[in-house]
């Protein structure tokens, strides 16, 4: 069963996103997209820093040395021990309107990530898988809020959400090509409360999925059923990840964003960084090598 839930860094976000755990580096990185603002936090040390960013960044993925961003329409490698950000690919050009929101790296290392109209107005964006040399090729269109991303154990089965609609779908993957087979649904709409946000994948292939406007994290069985749930003093969780030491500690993060005054007086850990352990360790996240340099940007 899981540990009682408690604030790991009151870092009152207003779009807190993106957990991602480094295993090389043995710390988090997460952002506020409205910040915006990169954040780190060693639990060990218990240190905590956050750089300010230029533009909107919606996803992180860990590299060999520091972690690749998913800035407006741009991935770009960022460099915590100089602050260095360095722009690698274009995923989609300027005239769409969008921005990049929710990315990861499948078992094998390749980049995938997702773009939409901010603020969700319009069903205008993408899935992209980029490859490790920069090439980047669509794999779902009209999507609205991309989301829900992340793989089983064995690579052979990639999760995925549009929050807009509600349901989170488990596509068949191929992990030698990184190519999309047929769809099943994973979690129904309205099954559950609230909608489906950013997720985790644990050992034993089961999915935590942040549930959105409901305060909750539930885990949730490759076969659909529940076998564990999180309340939050926070009703609008976001992403989460597995990390820690021991891979047993389930980081969320959490949004103020749309909250009135009164919600905000009841919840005054909304927007803060939340952790708890659980029984079931998660799984290393592959980290990104791209073969090819980037060019400084900031």
């Known amino acids: 069963m899981t540990g009682r839930v408690a604030t790991a860094v009151a870092s009152s976000d207003t779009l807190g996103e993106c957990a991602t755990w480094s295993v090389r580096e043995q710390a988090l990185y997460w952002v506020d997209i409205r910040g915006p603002l990169l954040h780190r936090f060693d639990p060990a040390s218990g240190a905590y820093h956050s750089w300010p960013l230029p533009e909107l960044c919606g996803g992180i993925v860990p590299m060999a040395d520091g972690v690749m961003l998913a800035l407006r329409r741009d991935l770009a490698s960022f460099d915590p021990r100089s602050g260095a950000l360095t722009k690698w690919c274009e995923v989609e050009p300027e005239a769409l309107g969008n921005r990049l929101n929710e990315m990861r790296c499948d078992r ?16 205008t964006g993408s899935l992209y898988r980029v490859s490790a040399s920069g090439q980047v090729e669509a794999a779902l269109a009209d999507i609205t809020i991309p989301n829900s ?3 089983s154990p064995d690579g052979r089965t990639m999760y995925f959400a549009d929050t807009a609609q509600g349901s989170v779908h488990a596509y068949a993957y191929d992990p030698e090509h990184g190519v999309l087979g047929a769809m099943r649904v994973l979690i129904e709409e309205g099954a559950l409360p609230g909608r489906p946000d950013g997720c985790a994948i644990d050992a034993e292939g089961h999915v935590w999925s942040t549930r959105v406007g409901a305060g909750l994290v539930v885990r949730v069985a490759p076969d659909g059923r529940i076998s564990d749930q999180i309340e939050l003093p926070a009703s609008q969780p976001t992403s989460c990840a597995l990390g820690g030491s021991d891979l047993r500690t389930l980081y969320i993060t959490t949004a103020r964003q749309k909250l009135e ?12 960084l939340f952790a708890a352990t659980v029984a079931v360790p998660g799984l290393a996240e592959p980290a990104f090598a791209p073969e090819r340099a980037a060019a400084r940007i900031a």
Do not use: C, F, I, K
Not at 108 to 123: I, L, N
Not at 261 to 272: D, K, T, V, W, Y
């Open 149 to 151: 991303l992340g793989w």
């Open 261 to 272: 005054e009164a919600a905000l007086r009841a919840q005054p850990e909304a927007g803060n």
């Open 108 to 123: 094998q290392g390749r980049v995938w990530v997702g773009s939409m109209r901010d603020y969700a107005m319009a069903t």
